[in-house]
């Protein structure tokens, strides 16, 4: 039985694939790069190129199998065959990137996005495909984009200065059995919006897996940098930005080096207002999660800025996502503390209304912490929306 196994991990492992550039080629190159957004240690997104002109290639759906595995023995056997070093483990996935040059000129790329479940080692229905005849420029990068947000999943492929260079394809998950998709080509211009424009947007958008080039490009060089080597795993550089925080990259001794963590300066003036209503609106989850983190470590806070998060927790209180609630949870201990106790009342109102268990606890907990005030409370605007 046991070699039964083996010989089957190793098939699966061996698949044939070819190179994205052909052997005789002498022409000119571009590149393309897949993307991941990590949701948590365990899921994420991953948008991959699949097949060029029906010739399937390596890509980071791939490359995550390899590395994780379903188990540490399926990722030792996978390890031994395609001659790769076994990372991760079934509870945590090692999400790992790709990115490869191709041919330039007019090229057929098969695309795919999904959001894949390490627990389970495979990935949800929901998931998204496209065919893309794309002109690609001698010595230009290009990525592969999308989002997911279920019932929606997205795909689109944009140029290095951000701009989607593609149809959007959209699909939609229908309810019921057996399991349906509906695929339909879409105006780009309201994927448009959510991509940066300037370096601070960009901060906030960066995603797990984004390359070196690609961060020092879109924010240019850091004010300070650090390194730690490798202990076993992929060695540590980190990259201290005075105006935005700090960036952490994994360093693999192939010379493959992405984005792991970014961890932003808290928007404390009144002058970043705009700046953080725009971050709210295009970035990351992990990223805004981790601004509200530094929220409690600053010294100041503007009224307005406080402002700004207090309408961003009433818009969520209703979020059955954990990451998010949390990240309500870290904004509330910032009105507690630099709010004088302004917000009093509001937390209070967060607690009775908030319907996941872990807002509900530390806003609760917050608000017994925060004595009566006399100071003119924070009024939320009712909506029909609630």
Sequence with gaps: MLCCIFILLLLQACQTLDEPIPEKYTGETAQISDSITRRTASTG??????????????????????????????????????????????????????????????????????????????????????????????????YIRGRIEEPIAAIWIENFAGKIVTPVVQSQLLS???????????????????????????????????????????LGNPNNQAFKPSHGGPAKTRFFYDDFGEVRFLDYENGVVF??????????????????????YIGNKLAIQNLAKAYPDAESVDVEILDILAEKVWQERFTDDDHISDTMAWFCKALAKFGDGRYRDFIGKVANTA????????????????????????????????
């Design 45 to 142: 997104e991953i948008y991959y190129l699949e097949s060029i002109s029906g010739q399937k290639v390596d890509n980071a759906l791939i490359q995550t199998r390899q590395r994780s595995g379903s188990s540490p023995l399926t990722a030792v056997l996978v390890s031994l065959a395609v001659g790769a070093p076994a990372y991760g483990s079934s509870a945590a996935a090692t999400y790992t990137p790709l990115e490869r040059k191709v041919p330039a000129g007019d090229q057929d790329l098969h695309v795919v996005g999904v959001l894949r479940k390490q627990i389970t080692g495979g990935t949800s229905p929901l998931k998204v495909e496209a065919d893309f005849t794309l002109h690609m420029e001698a010595n230009k990068k290009y």
């Design 176 to 218: 019921g059995r057996p399991v349906q998709l509906k695929t339909e080509i879409v105006d780009p211009a309201d994927y448009q919006k959510l991509i940066a424009t300037t370096p601070q947007e960009s901060f906030f958008t960066l995603k797990y897996g984004d390359s070196y080039d690609y961060v020092l490009a879109k």
């Design 259 to 280: 984005v792991e963590q970014v961890l932003p300066t808290a928007l404390t003036e009144k002058s970043q207002a705009a700046n953080l209503k725009r971050i709210f």
């Design 355 to 386: 319907t996941t268990k872990r807002l509900i606890r530390h806003a609760t907990n917050t608000y017994k912490k925060m004595p009566p005030s006399s100071t003119e409370q924070f009024t939320v605007i009712e909506n029909p929306a609630g």
